[in-house]
């Protein structure tokens, strides 16, 4: 079946600095990927989708400048969390999706800022 | 409201049935899904129904889809305490805004107890 690794699994970052976050769909092509951010105890709330090759749509309240989606290849994407501060802290996750496969999850990043 | 709800907790002593309720809202949904989270990781799709099917059966999973009520359900046979995790319905959406993206519940405990 079709795989979504993303890297790291967490990361511990100081207050100014910028993450990023991977995905990347192993053994298919992947022209759509979505990015979620999580909260302790609560569902998946749903940032930006990143269609291969153009600007990633954004979701209504998500700052763009601060969450930067790159999707340069059919097979990655990455988040950038720049001038990270502890607000940021959360769980990140990606999905990428294709015909076969439908939607496809990675298996997150615990992002800490301190 | 959420258009996609769930209850939030569920209690079920192992080797019973566990039912998981879901409503939602688009009427127009093509594909239905079952996403399962353990602690600290991705979703991974448990199962998925498509519009036109009432019901849906794979191994100890069934799905149940009433679409005049828009409610959907999952039952788990024999729960063990691996099944212990959060489950998400989904819905794929169909809207000018919305159209391929995910509409998450707010997930469903379940807690298996021995």
Redesign the interface.
């Known amino acids: 079946g079709a795989v979504v690794s ?1 890297h790291p699994s967490w990361v511990i970052c100081k207050s100014g600095t910028s993450v990023k976050i991977e995905c990347r769909s192993l053994d298919f092509q992947a022209t ?1 990927m ?1 990015w979620y951010r999580q909260f302790p105890k ?3 709330m ?1 940032m930006a ?1 990143s269609n291969e090759g153009s600007k990633a749509t954004y979701e209504q309240g998500v700052e763009k400048d601060k969450f930067l989606i790159n999707h340069a290849s059919l097979t990655l994407s990455t988040l950038t969390v720049t001038s990270a501060h502890p607000e940021d802290s959360s ?1 990140y ?1 990606c ?1 990428a ?1 294709d015909r076969a496969y ?7 990043t ?1 992002l800490t800022v301190v | 409201g959420e258009d996609v709800e769930q209850s939030l907790f569920l209690s079920v002593r192992e080797g019973d049935s566990s039912v998981i309720n879901c409503t939602y809202t688009d009427s127009s949904s093509t594909y239905l899904y079952w996403y399962k989270q353990e602690p600290g990781a991705g979703l991974q799709l448990l199962t998925y129904i498509f519009s036109n099917m009432d019901m849906k059966q794979d191994q100890r999973l069934t799905v149940l889809l009433n679409k005049k009520d828009k409610h959907l359900s999952l039952r788990i046979a024999d729960t063990q305490t691996g099944d212990s995790a959060i489950y998400f319905c989904a819905e794929a959406g169909r809207g000018a805004d919305s159209w391929g993206k995910l509409q998450f519940g707010a997930g469903t405990q379940v807690v298996v107890t021995p």
């Open positions: 993303q759509t979505f609560q569902s998946l749903l989708t769980f996750i999905s999706r439908g939607y496809t999850f990675g298996s997150g615990r």
